[in-house]
């Protein structure tokens, strides 16, 4: 089952404005990731942060978590038609015993940018 | 290798057959997880393994579903009798570390598209 809600399911906007997408999960995290996919391929990392930030910025990315409301925001500015993706967050939750890593993602938004 | 390769990319299968998906994951990575894709889906954790060793199959939906990683590197999950049920994409991922404490995430391979008819 899915841990995550993401938030809007389908976004379309123009070169150059920016995009934001929202996830939602449910259990206490050690991180969560956010994930790009491109159509028919596999998925390519483009961030973590830790349940102990609250920010976090790469590139042309900026992260915020908030975990007292388990949400957390995918920013890309200036947006460009080749960020037309599908984008997923991914929790690490913490569970008893240690951890390896196992992420539960969410459905995913659908992100067209248009030249 | 330079990534994770994944064979074969594409896989029809009649209902009933059984097929074999490979994933070669970076060489040296300890950890190696299979995750299910349904079309329009976020990624379904399957099953996860440290070296050979599979400590997690928790997220296996059945028995007819087994995966191995006997030499802890190169791993393969078998389905056998396939549904229509199992038409999905599987994504393998590897990482060098065994839990998140790398701020790199984890490298997933292009995936094996199976449809079964």
């Known amino acids: 089952s899915q841990q995550g809600e993401e938030d809007p399911q389908a976004l379309s906007i123009q070169e150059g404005e920016n995009a934001t997408m929202n996830c939602s999960y449910k259990t206490s995290i050690n991180n969560l990731q956010w994930y790009r996919q491109n159509s028919g391929r596999g998925l390519v990392h483009l961030i973590l942060?830790?349940?102990?930030?609250r920010e976090k910025h790469s590139g042309r990315l900026r992260v915020t978590l908030d975990t007292s409301k388990k949400s957390s925001s995918l920013l890309i500015t200036a947006s460009r038609a080749a960020d037309t993706a599908s984008y997923f967050c991914?929790?690490?939750?913490?569970?008893?015993?240690?951890?390896?890593?196992?992420?539960?993602f969410g459905q995913g938004t659908i992100l067209t940018v248009h030249p | 290798g330079a990534g994770v390769s994944q064979s074969p990319r594409y896989k029809v299968a009649k209902r009933g057959q059984d097929v074999a998906l490979r994933c070669d994951p970076i060489?040296?990575?300890?950890?190696l997880f299979w995750y299910q894709q349904a079309l329009g889906q976020g990624p379904e954790f399957l099953t996860y393994f440290q070296n050979e060793a599979q400590l997690d199959k928790s997220g296996l939906p059945s028995d007819r579903f087994f995966a191995e990683r006997p030499e802890g590197s190169v791993s393969t999950l078998k389905i056998q009798r396939t549904q229509q049920e199992d038409s999905a994409v599987y994504l393998c991922?590897?990482?060098?570390?065994?839990?998140?404490?790398?701020?790199?995430?984890?490298?997933f391979g292009s995936g094996t598209r199976l449809t079964v008819v």
């Open positions: 942060i830790r349940s102990n930030e």
């Open positions: 991914a929790t690490d939750a913490i569970a008893g015993g240690t951890s390896y890593g196992k992420l539960t």
């Open positions: 991922a590897s990482s060098e570390f065994v839990d998140t404490y790398s701020d790199y995430g984890y490298t």
């Open positions: 060489s040296g990575h300890v950890s």
